[in-house]
């Protein structure tokens, strides 16, 4: 019989004829069965060969792949096809688009990530919230409102999946967090 080498410890593993092969390792207690490993070239290569060498013979049980789906999501449903601009690629010069995204970008002070898709997002605005329609929670703990009307939210839209998202203005945030101290005090 062939002796057997841990890929983890590199320690020999001599196995007894009439049990077989161990499924972990007697010095490490890794897995010996399920090792993978992870080829990466480290020479320009066309891509078809690249993503074959990447390729594992390694299956996750049912288990495995429920649990995993459970974590992730559907495995059906990936970051590219949350993009919904992608849509417009046929009839628009997408390139120009991605190119002027990154320029405003460039430009912006702040540059939150979409929720949704994981796209940086564009500043579009800011948006006033008077007192019509907002009806603010009163604290205990402070004995005031979190945030007094009027306020100002900075709009942000995601150019990936056009997403909006809302935050506080900083001239609000710095009021919101200075109430909360002299209410403390």
């Known amino acids: 019989m062939e002796p057997t080498v841990c890929p983890w410890c590199q320690s020999e593993i001599v196995w007894d004829e009439e049990i077989g092969p161990e499924d972990t390792c007697p010095h490490c207690a890794n897995e010996l069965k399920?090792?993978?490993?992870?080829?990466?070239?480290?020479?320009?290569?066309?891509?078809?060969?690249?993503?074959?060498?990447?390729?594992?013979a390694y299956e996750s049980s049912d288990e495995e792949a429920r649990d995993l789906q459970r974590i992730w999501g559907s495995d059906h449903e990936s970051l590219s096809s949350l993009?919904?601009?992608?849509?417009?690629?046929?009839?628009?010069?997408?390139?120009?688009?991605?190119?002027?995204?990154?320029?405003?970008?460039?430009?912006?002070?702040?540059?939150?990530?979409?929720?949704?898709?994981?796209?940086?997002?564009?500043?579009?605005?800011?948006?006033?919230?008077?007192?019509?329609?907002f009806q603010p929670v009163h604290a205990p703990l402070i004995q005031a409102p979190i945030l007094q009307p009027p306020y100002d939210l900075n709009v942000y839209v995601c150019p990936g999946c056009f997403h909006v998202q809302y935050n506080l203005a900083e001239n609000d945030r710095l009021r919101m967090i200075k109430s909360f101290i002299h209410k403390k005090e």
Not at 34 to 52: K, M
Not at 112 to 121: D, G, S, V
Request: aromatic share 8%.
């Open 83 to 133: 993009r919904t601009v992608d849509k417009y690629g046929e009839d628009h010069d997408l390139f120009a688009f991605e190119e002027t995204v990154e320029g405003i970008l460039d430009q912006q002070e702040e540059v939150p990530e979409c929720l949704h898709c994981r796209e940086y997002m564009l500043h579009a605005g800011t948006q006033r919230v008077s007192g019509e329609g």
């Open 34 to 56: 399920g090792y993978r490993t992870l080829n990466i070239a480290l020479q320009d290569e066309d891509e078809e060969d690249v993503g074959e060498e990447y390729e594992e």
